[in-house]
């Protein structure tokens, strides 16, 4: 099936999570994104776990496998007089310049937006690095848990140390914040895109890892802003969460209305206990050690998670379920979006996947091949599209340059 993006050309120079994950998401959308790869080294992420069976490799490694699938991959040392004629030679039919890297390195490897800007003013060039192209952070280094913590998301984990002294934040699982990061690059290219249709010119598009996740804090800075709320003891919107017979559920804490109490009242089956308290709204006023939340817990852990979350939601009381992955990826709803596909990995086995955080009826994304073996497609790149000899490409392997 056509994609979305069928004929965009993208050249990616970009390791580990954002800049390949912006990648990933055109690249599954029809786009013909080339990765360009270090001559024997490759991506880093290749020789990170885990690994398809608990066998490392180059291409086994299920990280790397997840964020290039869709891709063309070659190797190409962009450093060299060859390499940078070759790259020279690859840019000049392609629409986006994908670059992950830090400043310095980009100006030293000859991938700034003025150079490429001048000689393809067509060309949109998308930068991801740790704190933006400029400003005083601009040199320092990064990663998942700088981009979450400076970005003051941590403030606001574990939920469990809202308002407790010395309870330290911590990040959360996996890598949120990078993987928002690459796909803020990717909406920002397509923005850059659309742009272009208007003026014929290309333009940079700058992502800073940290950034993204930081825009997220909009009601946080305000507390700041109008109340001098520093957010010491981290931030939350009066979740709680209530232990069931299978699991658990989270609930937000109401702001006082009358309604809400009564919904509430009867979610939990009007206890003659609530009245003999003399319990009044709003809940997050109550203390963490009334006996009101051990009642609540009684009455949820008789009931199930969905039994729970069921009723919550014709009384329109703010409950959910927490879910581990097995649950959420084996949920009807999921299961009905085909949210989960099979990814074909490098080595030529396949597991199951997320597929991208959205979908389009006509042109869904879909994993359309496995990521690339490195530099797999050196031939059909350098000799097929740009006529470059099988004899330039022997010296070039044998000079490092491939």
């Given at each position: 099936m056509a994609g979305a993006l069928e004929g965009l050309k993208v050249v990616e120079i970009a390791e580990g999570i954002p800049g390949?994950?912006?990648?990933?998401?055109?690249?599954?959308?029809?786009?013909?994104v080339i990765k360009v790869e270090r001559p024997r080294q490759g991506?880093?992420?290749?020789?990170?776990?885990?690994?398809?069976?608990d066998k490392p490799s180059a291409d086994s490694?299920?990280?790397?496998?997840?964020?290039?699938?869709?891709?063309?991959?070659?190797?190409l040392d962009v450093e060299s007089a060859t390499g940078r004629d070759w790259l020279d030679r690859l840019l000049r039919g392609a629409d986006v310049l994908l670059v992950g890297a830090m400043p310095a390195q980009i100006t030293d490897r000859g991938l700034n937006f003025e150079m490429w800007h001048g000689r393809y003013p067509q060309l949109v060039c998308t930068y991801v690095t740790p704190f933006g192209l400029e400003g005083p952070y601009s040199d320092w280094k990064g990663g998942e848990l700088v981009a979450f913590h400076m970005s003051g998301l941590g403030l606001a984990t574990p939920r469990n140390r809202l308002s407790i002294e010395g309870q330290r934040p911590l990040k959360a699982g996996g890598n949120q914040a990078l993987m928002i990061a690459g796909l803020s690059a990717a909406t920002g290219t397509m923005h850059a895109l659309f742009a272009r249709e208007g003026t014929a010119r290309g333009s940079m598009v700058d992502v800073s890892e940290v950034e993204p996740l930081a825009s997220f804090q909009f009601l946080n800075v305000a507390r700041w802003t109008y109340a001098g709320d520093t957010g010491d003891r981290g931030y939350g919107e009066g979740s709680?969460?209530?232990?069931?017979?299978?699991?658990?559920?989270?609930?937000?804490?109401f702001?006082?209305?009358?309604?809400?109490?009564?919904?509430?009242?009867?979610?939990?089956?009007?206890?003659k206990w609530l009245d003999e308290g003399n319990y009044q709204?709003?809940?997050?006023?109550?203390?963490?050690?009334?006996?009101?939340?051990?009642?609540?817990?009684e009455w949820t852990g008789r009931h199930t998670k969905e039994e729970v979350y069921r009723k919550a939601q014709g009384l329109r009381v703010p409950l959910f379920p927490e879910n581990d992955i097995a649950s959420a990826v084996e949920s009807e709803q999921v299961k009905s979006r085909g949210f989960m596909q099979a990814m074909p990995l490098a080595n030529g086995d396949s597991v199951s996947a997320p597929t991208a955080p959205y979908t389009m009826?006509?042109?869904?994304?879909?994993?359309?091949?496995?990521?690339?073996?490195?530099?797999?497609?050196?031939?059909?790149?350098?000799g097929g599209q740009l006529g470059i000899s099988d004899e330039e490409l022997r010296h070039a392997y044998e000079a490092g340059i491939l």
């Amino acid at each position: 099936m056509a994609g979305a993006l069928e004929g965009l050309k993208v050249v990616e120079i970009a390791e580990g999570i954002p800049g390949p994950y912006a990648g990933k998401l055109m690249a599954d959308l029809g786009a013909e994104v080339i990765k360009v790869e270090r001559p024997r080294q490759g991506d880093g992420l290749r020789y990170v776990a885990p690994f398809y069976n608990d066998k490392p490799s180059a291409d086994s490694g299920l990280l790397f496998n997840f964020f290039n699938t869709s891709k063309l991959g070659v190797t190409l040392d962009v450093e060299s007089a060859t390499g940078r004629d070759w790259l020279d030679r690859l840019l000049r039919g392609a629409d986006v310049l994908l670059v992950g890297a830090m400043p310095a390195q980009i100006t030293d490897r000859g991938l700034n937006f003025e150079m490429w800007h001048g000689r393809y003013p067509q060309l949109v060039c998308t930068y991801v690095t740790p704190f933006g192209l400029e400003g005083p952070y601009s040199d320092w280094k990064g990663g998942e848990l700088v981009a979450f913590h400076m970005s003051g998301l941590g403030l606001a984990t574990p939920r469990n140390r809202l308002s407790i002294e010395g309870q330290r934040p911590l990040k959360a699982g996996g890598n949120q914040a990078l993987m928002i990061a690459g796909l803020s690059a990717a909406t920002g290219t397509m923005h850059a895109l659309f742009a272009r249709e208007g003026t014929a010119r290309g333009s940079m598009v700058d992502v800073s890892e940290v950034e993204p996740l930081a825009s997220f804090q909009f009601l946080n800075v305000a507390r700041w802003t109008y109340a001098g709320d520093t957010g010491d003891r981290g931030y939350g919107e009066g979740s709680r969460r209530f232990w069931c017979a299978d699991g658990a559920v989270s609930m937000l804490l109401f702001t006082g209305q009358q309604r809400q109490w009564e919904a509430f009242r009867e979610l939990i089956d009007n206890p003659k206990w609530l009245d003999e308290g003399n319990y009044q709204p709003p809940l997050s006023k109550i203390k963490e050690d009334d006996p009101f939340w051990a009642r609540v817990n009684e009455w949820t852990g008789r009931h199930t998670k969905e039994e729970v979350y069921r009723k919550a939601q014709g009384l329109r009381v703010p409950l959910f379920p927490e879910n581990d992955i097995a649950s959420a990826v084996e949920s009807e709803q999921v299961k009905s979006r085909g949210f989960m596909q099979a990814m074909p990995l490098a080595n030529g086995d396949s597991v199951s996947a997320p597929t991208a955080p959205y979908t389009m009826y006509g042109t869904p994304p879909q994993m359309r091949g496995p990521a690339p073996t490195l530099g797999r497609d050196n031939r059909a790149i350098f000799g097929g599209q740009l006529g470059i000899s099988d004899e330039e490409l022997r010296h070039a392997y044998e000079a490092g340059i491939l």
